[in-house]
């Protein structure tokens, strides 16, 4: 089991220069948590590809129910106290800092392409490769 961010699920649901990396991530460890808030961070995702006609509304309505049927991604909520401290302690935003709480709670890696969350959590955070 592992906790992922926003960019992993995007990444695995829309082609880019992650996808291959995330894929193979999903084959090794299938067993993904995340937090609720990852369904509106996606929903902003989709809202941008959309905006940039990356892809049309109704293959983003198909992407959208995708992520949220088949996905099976375990939600947990990270402690308000430990995000905040932690947002505090790193420097990283509240929102950012959600995911780091939640891996460090539950005593799992975090799987991120966020820059800022690898460098200044690198003992928590890390890329698929």
Not at 70 to 87: G, Y
Request: aromatic share 8%.
């Amino acid at each position: 089991m592992i906790v992922v961010d926003v960019n992993v699920i995007a990444y695995l649901l829309l082609s880019g220069p992650h996808t291959e990396a995330v894929e193979k991530l999903r084959k090794v460890d299938s067993d993904w948590v995340s937090l609720p808030l990852w369904r509106y961070e996606f929903l902003n995702v989709l809202w941008a590809h959309v905006r940039t006609q990356r892809v049309d509304l109704p293959v983003a309505e198909q992407i959208l129910a995708l992520a949220f049927t088949r996905l099976a991604i375990v939600e947990r909520e990270a402690s308000p106290h430990d995000v905040l401290e932690l947002a505090v302690q790193t420097g990283l935003t509240a929102y950012d800092s959600q995911y780091v709480a939640l891996a460090l709670t539950l005593g799992l890696p975090l799987y991120t392409f966020d820059k800022t969350i690898l460098r200044l959590c690198p003992e928590t955070a890390q890329q698929p490769v």
